[in-house]
């Protein structure tokens, strides 16, 4: 069993910037698609960005693009997402997530990740 935890998340101004992070227990993680989804209130999850196990293939809701930038670093069992200009809309709580089994190089459907973390309270203010 992976186990995932996000941190970073917080208060920050329209236009800041924030750094999330998420940790992985296992080693195995460095096998694994991951990816950023998030849910805001009154709203369902929805996908933020993926990337693959090696790092080579990305893949970015279009309300992110140009602004996110989804990383990892396997040798820490570690996955990021930088988020720049952030906005109001942005405000949501983070998820990364994790798919143990080979469907593709990214993903970008919940019911494809099978670890979660808890999530990290990112709030834009205007």
């Known amino acids: 069993q992976v186990q995932l935890v996000e941190s970073g998340g917080g208060l920050v101004q329209a236009g800041g910037s924030l750094r999330l992070s998420c940790a992985a227990s296992?080693?195995?993680?460095?096998?694994?698609?991951v990816g950023w989804f998030r849910q805001a209130p009154g709203k369902v999850r929805e996908f933020v960005a993926a990337?693959?196990?090696?790092?080579?293939?990305?893949d970015y809701a279009d309300s992110v693009k140009g602004r996110f930038t989804i990383s990892r670093d396997n040798t820490k069992n570690m996955l990021y997402l930088e988020m720049n200009s952030l906005q109001p809309e942005d405000t949501a709580i983070y998820y990364c997530a994790a798919r143990s089994v080979w469907l593709g190089p990214v993903f970008s459907k919940q019911y494809e990740a099978n670890y979660w973390g808890q999530g990290t309270q990112v709030t834009v203010s205007s």
């Open positions: 296992e080693r195995t993680f460095s096998g694994y698609g």
């Open positions: 990337i693959s196990w090696n790092g080579a293939a990305t």
